[in-house]
Nanobody, 120 residues
Framework: QVQLVESGGGLVQAGESLTLSCAASGSIARINDMGWYRQAPGKQRELVATISGGSRSNYADFVKGRFTISRDYARNTVHLQMNSLEPEDTAVYYC??????????????WGQGTQVTVSS
């Protein structure tokens, strides 16, 4: 059973920083892309950042220069360093990964979500 577990959400003030982490566990043969999405109340889920198995990163325009995504390949973990947070960044942040479990085909997995609240 493969699962993604997120941590690091919380309440911060505008301008402050926060780091989210997501660890993949279970019977894993390989992890391809990993990434973060977010969903604010009343809005659709949107991509924040992704990072490939070859460490190529991709960011949504609204976080470029403020957020950094990174991976710890040995620990099957992805991190999202968020700086200069704004109230508009308030959302539930979801970890996402394209994982190949042992003995089967690649599957998209989602974490349970972690709340990030930025007060003005």
């Amino acid at each position: 059973q493969v699962q993604l577990v997120e941590s690091g959400g919380g309440l911060v003030q505008a301008g402050e920083s926060l780091t989210l982490s997501c660890a993949a566990s279970g019977s894993i043969a390989r992890i391809n892309d990993m990434g973060w999405y977010r969903q604010a109340p009343g809005k659709q889920r949107e991509l924040v950042a992704t990072i490939s198995g070859g460490s190529r990163s991709n960011y949504a325009d609204f976080v470029k220069g403020r957020f950094t995504i990174s991976r710890d390949y040995a620990r099957n973990t992805v991190h999202l360093q968020m700086n200069s947070l704004e109230p508009e960044d308030t959302a539930v942040y979801y970890c996402n990964a394209n994982i190949v479990p042992r003995g089967t085909f690649s599957t998209i997995y989602w974490g349970q979500g972690t709340q990030v609240t930025v007060s003005s």
